[in-house]
């Protein structure tokens, strides 16, 4: 109980400290905040009056702790290009980027883990040198540039699938794979050296020797426990995919979160910037916190200290 | 990429050489010479690098040329077309000569990034490992908290900050990867520090600062420099997709990403302007990691180990 009280005291502090970092950054920003507003033909007065009303020329501190009250009672602002809520660009966009985040996630492990498995136990043949290959690639492979080789070869040549857009399931299918290639990667090798190493252990030759057979070793035994070390690392996933996000999301014009952060930077709408920033902040923070949470699961030893 | 572990790396005429090598305190890095010339994967990967590098360094300067140059009654030239020996952009630009200066601003780039990325994450490192305590809390603390952050929100976050551009690219990829290799670096750090001859240094009453200078520094450079190998794909990879969403090198200066990016509206058109660009960040992601697999065989400390462990 005691790590898992100190890891959460962690995460806490570390949201805290990442906030007011996200705050200076975004606030610091170089850029006028007040061309994104009004014209180019507005007066050095007028600039001042707006920047006035933002509040824009408090301390940056008190800017801080009058921004967090404001997002405690709800109150996030408007998008200085469009006055658009941020609130429900929030619940729009977050929607979006909730079903690709969770298509690719879901991807990494369905297609990850039993290709892990498949190669573990047909180790050394031609099966496991291809899909080690296939992962190899994978992880080397930039994102970007697998998209746009996907962009080309199934949308272009093949014509079987959309190039871009929302939010048919067609067009999901492609985005999600792309953002699931590198974690799916890594979760095929660490499966296979999971069950390897599990299948090698003295306690598997006693299982077969008791006579136990083979699918049901693999099956029910070796596979539980292979299983430990990829569910103690699938929070980091969270992270892994909320980063790749910002590009996926932007080459196949899916309107999801990072999509609208990286508009928001280029266009220095900053309120937008600010907030969207800060929710992913958020998600990898919590992200890191349940792969703490699943190292305990995965460690009982850790509960009695 | 390279199957070869440690064990089935050394042949028993490698065993006998390295144990040669070692009584006779031949350097690492002559060592290193000589592996290079016999691992082939190295070897190419070097080659590779080099065409890479000269490409970037003297490109520019042979092919001549100005990459700002528009030109809208030659759009979309194939390669080997005249006086365009790639062909041409949407602007009618020559991308040979934007090709040479993408991969030079891509090379500024990954030197800037690692530099940066090595000599800090050294630094703090090995203060940590070696000073232990609160130094060390505090300092693994804040690595720690850099390192859980994804490469590409950070970057997006100093775009936020200081404005996009490379500028921004490079603190952000430079600052990640710093978190990272001071965090291997510490480790290696403590663990040396445990070792009889850190001991036997401290006993004999050396400063602390010529203990890391002399004993604990060479020992942990090899390894730093393969894992710095590592990061150098990284920080080119991170570059080229931060230029391609538009958050790194800002028009009329070209870069890898940047050019992809273009090229892909005319891909029916002209797939060249995205394809040759692609390809060059390839061949330098390529030759990178060959490199780097090959400096782990050449420099792997296992191997050292294994040969030391002969000798007794």
């Given at each position: 109980?005691?790590?898992l009280?100190?890891?959460?005291?962690?995460?806490?502090?570390?949201?805290?400290?990442?906030?007011?970092?996200?705050?200076?950054?975004?606030?610091?920003?170089?850029?006028?905040?007040?061309?994104?507003?009004?014209?180019?033909?507005?007066?050095?007065?007028?600039?001042?009056t707006l920047?006035?009303v933002?509040?824009?020329n408090?301390?940056?501190?008190q800017?801080?702790?009058?921004?967090?009250?404001?997002?405690?009672?709800?109150?996030?602002?408007?998008?200085?290009?469009?006055?658009?809520?941020?609130s429900?660009?929030?619940?729009?966009?977050g929607?979006?980027?909730?079903?690709?985040?969770?298509?690719?996630?879901?991807?990494?492990?369905?297609?990850?883990?039993?290709?892990?498995?498949?190669?573990?136990v047909?180790?050394?043949?031609?099966?496991?040198?291809?899909?080690?290959?296939?992962?190899?690639?994978g992880m080397?492979v930039?994102?970007?540039?697998?998209?746009?080789?996907?962009?080309?070869?199934?949308?272009?040549?093949?014509?079987?699938?959309?190039?871009?857009?929302?939010?048919?399931?067609k067009?999901?299918?492609?985005?999600?794979?792309?953002?699931?290639?590198e974690?799916?990667?890594?979760?095929?090798?660490m499966t296979?050296?999971?069950?390897?190493?599990?299948?090698?252990?003295?306690?598997?030759?006693?299982?077969?020797?008791?006579?136990?057979?083979?699918?049901?070793?693999?099956?029910?035994?070796?596979?539980?426990?292979?299983?430990i070390?990829?569910?103690?690392?699938?929070?980091?996933?969270?992270?892994?995919?909320?980063?790749?996000?910002?590009?996926v999301?932007?080459?196949?014009?899916?309107?999801?979160?990072?999509?609208?952060?990286?508009?928001?930077?280029l266009?220095?709408d900053y309120?937008v910037?600010?907030?969207?920033?800060?929710?992913?902040?958020?998600?990898?923070?919590?992200?890191?916190?349940?792969?703490?949470?699943g190292?305990?699961?995965?460690n009982?030893?850790?509960?009695?200290? | 990429?390279t199957?070869?572990?440690?064990?089935?790396?050394?042949?028993?005429?490698?065993r006998?050489?390295?144990?040669?090598?070692?009584?006779?305190?031949?350097s690492?890095?002559?060592r290193g010479?000589?592996?290079?010339?016999?691992?082939?994967?190295?070897?190419?990967?070097?080659?590779l690098?080099?065409?890479?590098?000269g490409?970037g360094?003297?490109?520019?300067?042979?092919?001549g040329?100005?990459?700002?140059?528009?030109?809208?009654?030659?759009?979309?030239?194939?390669?080997f077309?005249?006086?365009?020996?790639?062909?041409?952009?949407?602007l009618?630009?020559?991308?040979?000569?934007?090709?040479?200066?993408?991969?030079?601003?891509?090379?500024?780039?990954?030197?800037?990034?690692?530099?940066?990325?090595l000599?800090?994450?050294?630094?703090?490192?090995?203060?940590?490992?070696?000073?232990g305590?609160?130094?060390?809390?505090?300092?693994?603390?804040?690595m720690?908290?850099i390192?859980?952050f994804?490469?590409?929100?950070v970057?997006?976050?100093f775009a936020?900050?200081?404005?996009?551009?490379?500028l921004s690219?490079?603190?952000?990829?430079?600052?990640?990867?710093?978190?990272?290799i001071?965090?291997?670096v510490?480790?290696?750090?403590?663990?040396?520090?445990?070792?009889?001859?850190?001991?036997?240094?401290r006993?004999?009453?050396?400063?602390?600062?010529?203990?890391?200078?002399?004993?604990?520094l060479?020992?942990?450079?090899?390894?730093?420099?393969?894992?710095?190998?590592?990061?150098?794909?990284?920080?080119i990879?991170?570059?080229?997709?931060l230029?391609?969403?538009?958050?790194g090198?800002?028009?009329?200066?070209?870069?890898?990403g940047?050019?992809?990016?273009?090229?892909?509206?005319?891909?029916q058109?002209?797939?060249w302007?995205t394809?040759?660009?692609?390809?060059?960040?390839?061949?330098?992601?390529?030759?990178?990691?060959?490199?780097?697999?090959?400096l782990?065989?050449?420099?792997?400390?296992?191997?050292?180990?294994?040969?030391?462990?002969?000798?007794?």
């Amino acid at each position: 109980m005691r790590y898992l009280a100190g890891r959460t005291v962690y995460m806490l502090i570390i949201l805290a400290i990442s906030s007011v970092a996200v705050f200076y950054a975004i606030r610091l920003s170089g850029g006028d905040a007040t061309a994104a507003r009004l014209p180019a033909s507005a007066t050095e007065a007028d600039r001042e009056t707006l920047r006035e009303v933002l509040g824009l020329n408090d301390p940056i501190y008190q800017q801080y702790f009058t921004y967090m009250g404001r997002l405690l009672s709800g109150d996030l602002g408007n998008s200085l290009t469009n006055n658009a809520l941020i609130s429900k660009m929030v619940i729009e966009h977050g929607r979006n980027s909730i079903i690709l985040g969770a298509a690719a996630f879901l991807l990494v492990f369905l297609v990850g883990v039993p290709l892990g498995m498949l190669a573990s136990v047909r180790r050394n043949t031609f099966t496991d040198q291809g899909i080690m290959s296939l992962s190899v690639a994978g992880m080397a492979v930039p994102n970007f540039w697998l998209a746009l080789l996907s962009i080309w070869l199934f949308a272009s040549v093949l014509g079987w699938l959309p190039s871009a857009g929302c939010c048919e399931p067609k067009q999901l299918i492609l985005p999600a794979i792309v953002l699931a290639a590198e974690g799916t990667a890594l979760t095929v090798r660490m499966t296979r050296s999971a069950m390897l190493e599990n299948l090698d252990s003295d306690w598997v030759r006693t299982l077969r020797a008791g006579g136990l057979s083979e699918a049901r070793v693999i099956g029910k035994h070796v596979f539980r426990n292979a299983l430990i070390p990829i569910i103690s690392l699938a929070g980091l996933r969270i992270g892994q995919i909320v980063g790749y996000a910002l590009i996926v999301e932007v080459i196949f014009g899916w309107p999801g979160l990072g999509q609208v952060l990286v508009n928001a930077v280029l266009r220095r709408d900053y309120p937008v910037a600010q907030f969207f920033s800060l929710v992913l902040v958020v998600m990898v923070v919590l992200g890191n916190w349940f792969a703490d949470l699943g190292y305990l699961a995965a460690n009982p030893r850790l509960r009695k200290i | 990429m390279t199957a070869s572990t440690p064990e089935s790396y050394l042949s028993e005429w490698d065993r006998r050489l390295l144990e040669f090598e070692e009584s006779r305190h031949i350097s690492v890095f002559r060592r290193g010479m000589r592996n290079l010339v016999r691992n082939r994967l190295l070897l190419s990967g070097v080659i590779l690098g080099l065409l890479v590098v000269g490409a970037g360094v003297l490109g520019p300067v042979i092919a001549g040329g100005d990459y700002e140059l528009i030109n809208f009654s030659n759009i979309h030239a194939a390669p080997f077309s005249e006086d365009a020996l790639l062909g041409t952009d949407h602007l009618g630009r020559d991308t040979a000569t934007r090709l040479f200066v993408a991969i030079r601003v891509s090379l500024a780039v990954a030197v800037g990034v690692t530099g940066l990325a090595l000599v800090a994450g050294l630094a703090i490192g090995t203060v940590a490992g070696f000073r232990g305590g609160w130094t060390d809390r505090s300092l693994s603390g804040v690595m720690d908290f850099i390192w859980g952050f994804p490469l590409i929100l950070v970057a997006v976050l100093f775009a936020g900050g200081l404005g996009e551009g490379l500028l921004s690219v490079i603190l952000a990829v430079g600052l990640v990867n710093m978190a990272a290799i001071a965090r291997v670096v510490r480790g290696e750090v403590l663990s040396l520090s445990e070792r009889e001859f850190i001991e036997a240094a401290r006993a004999g009453g050396l400063s602390n600062w010529r203990i890391i200078r002399k004993h604990l520094l060479p020992n942990i450079l090899a390894p730093a420099l393969v894992l710095a190998s590592y990061y150098v794909a990284v920080a080119i990879i991170a570059e080229a997709a931060l230029s391609f969403i538009g958050l790194g090198a800002q028009p009329p200066l070209p870069s890898l990403g940047q050019m992809v990016a273009e090229g892909r509206n005319f891909l029916q058109l002209n797939h060249w302007e995205t394809t040759v660009p692609g390809l060059a960040l390839v061949a330098m992601v390529l030759s990178v990691s060959l490199i780097g697999d090959g400096l782990r065989d050449v420099f792997d400390p296992r191997l050292r180990h294994e040969a030391k462990g002969l000798e007794s």
